[in-house]
């Protein structure tokens, strides 16, 4: 054959090849997933991937019964620290203004009461915003008010009294009680003279 | 002390005899309750403050006060006739004439006085020397319950008018009168016929009267708390009703 035929007869057969070769690579990359955006909707449909199995705790389970033991044991420890006078207590007692248990929170908050610092008064301040609970939002500021008074055991309030104090008050009450009786005679007298002159008023108007 | 102040009242409610325990007598069947509670007081106090005189221009102030566990204890241990008390029949080696910080308070329910006590055990009934009680209203009690038929687990609530009266004998008062009372049991599943029963209690007596070194004052409010917990025989059988409930029906 000549050169010219053949290169004629081979030139369809390679361009027929090339473009299967382009069709087929062209289908290849469609059928891929965009790695840099993959689309949303094959995101959606793909299965939910298996989690990694979770490493095996054994947690034991806390019956009613148990809880209760446990809330009743930290308020009667609440109960100690409280009636104490150290910045140890204090500082327990403010711990368990956080604590997970309502019950315990709101014994904490009768326990700063009881304790009578006016360094609890900060953290009870802080804590209201902590919380959404109105009861104990209330019990909080209550709380923080109470401490702010002064306590009645203290040395300004609760002053001994001497003999002669309460031999004045003694006589100031006697005093008032004679004010009281004077006022009473003289309302009474008053009211003689207003009920004579009535009587004396309805006669005349009667007459 | 003399003061203008009515004697306190010392007639207290009767328990009506519809509150006898019919299976068991009434002593038995509280001694599995728990009967005495840890008691937190704590009450704000209007006084006199401060009188003035200015030439012609006198001015009075008031003042308002707080009072807890300890402002009790401390008016206790002022007053003479505790002291004398304390001295004449407390024999315990702790005690000379006063109550010994870290003392606390207890409400015994049976009886309605508030004892004085602490880890060392030294106790007494502060209602036998002075004047300290808080009344309960058995009469009026209302409440909601529910407890498991099967194990006797349960929790109820009732609410009852309380009073509260204090008086050191030494001019310091106070007196609320009758307001709230929330009594709030739990009640544990029985096993082996044990019981575990809890009680915690809120009390908020009106505020009334009050008087601070025999000056004449008010209480602007006035609240007690406490709770209390036993682990006895079962009272009476896991379908029992609860204790209040029971009682009161």
Same mark, same amino acid.
């Given at each position: 054959m000549r050169p010219k035929v053949v290169i004629a007869l081979l030139l369809p057969i390679l361009l027929f090849l090339g473009m299967v070769l382009l069709f087929k690579q062209h289908a290849a990359n469609a059928s891929k997933p965009a790695e840099v955006a993959p689309a949303p909707a094959i995101t959606s449909v793909a299965p939910t991937p298996t989690p990694a199995p979770a490493p095996v705790v054994v947690k034991k389970t806390v019956t009613p019964e148990e809880r209760e033991v446990a809330i009743n044991a930290e308020k009667d420890r609440l109960f100690e620290w409280e009636m104490n006078d150290d910045p140890e207590s204090l500082s327990k007692i403010l711990g368990d203004?956080?604590?997970?248990?309502k019950e315990i929170r709101l014994a904490a908050i009768e326990a700063t009461k009881q304790f009578g610092? *006016?360094?609890?008064i900060p953290t009870l301040k802080e804590l209201v *915003?902590?919380?959404?609970d109105t009861e104990e939002q209330a019990a909080l500021l209550e709380a923080a008010d109470f401490l702010s008074l002064t306590p009645m055991s203290d040395s300004s309030v609760q002053l001994p009294r001497t003999p002669e104090q309460i031999q004045a008050e003694q006589q100031k009450i006697a005093k008032a009680e004679a004010r009281k009786q004077a006022r009473m005679q003289k309302r009474a007298g008053n009211q003689d003279s207003q009920s004579a002159a009535g009587q004396n008023s309805t006669a005349g108007s009667g007459q | 002390m003399t003061s203008l102040r009515p004697p306190p009242k010392l007639q207290r409610f009767a328990r009506p005899s /519809? /509150?006898?325990?019919l299976r068991k007598s009434r002593a038995s069947a509280l001694n599995?309750?728990?009967?005495a509670l840890n008691l937190n007081i704590s009450a704000k106090v209007i006084v006199p403050d401060i009188i003035t005189t200015n030439g012609a221009v006198v001015t009075g102030k008031l003042k308002t006060v707080s009072v807890n566990n300890k402002s009790l204890i401390a008016w206790l241990n002022a007053s003479p006739t505790v002291q004398s008390y304390i001295t004449n029949n407390i024999t315990h080696?702790?005690?000379?004439?006063s109550i010994t910080a870290g003392s606390y308070f207890v409400w015994d329910?049976?009886?309605e006085a508030v004892w004085v006590t602490n880890k060392n055990g030294f106790t007494f009934d502060?209602?036998?020397p002075v004047s300290f009680y808080i009344d309960y209203d058995e009469d009026t009690v209302v409440g909601s319950a529910k407890l498991a038929d099967v194990t006797g687990a349960g929790s109820e609530m009732d609410v009852t008018g309380v009073k509260f009266y204090f008086d050191d004998n030494n001019g310091n008062i106070l007196d609320p009168e009758y307001g709230e009372g929330v009594f709030n049991w739990t009640y544990g599943a029985v096993s082996g016929g044990v019981q575990q029963k809890t009680i915690s209690i809120k009390l908020s007596p009106a505020a009334y009267y009050a008087e601070v070194n025999g000056v004449s004052g008010i209480t602007t409010t006035f609240n007690a708390s406490g709770s209390g917990s036993s682990a006895g025989l079962?009272?009476?059988?896991?379908?029992d009703e609860p204790y209040w409930y029971w009682a009161t029906h």
């Open positions: 203004l956080t604590h997970a248990e610092s *006016k360094d609890a *915003k902590n919380t959404d | /519809h /509150h006898v325990f599995a309750y728990p009967r080696s702790a005690i000379s004439n329910m049976l009886t502060v209602d036998n079962a009272p009476f059988g896991s379908l």
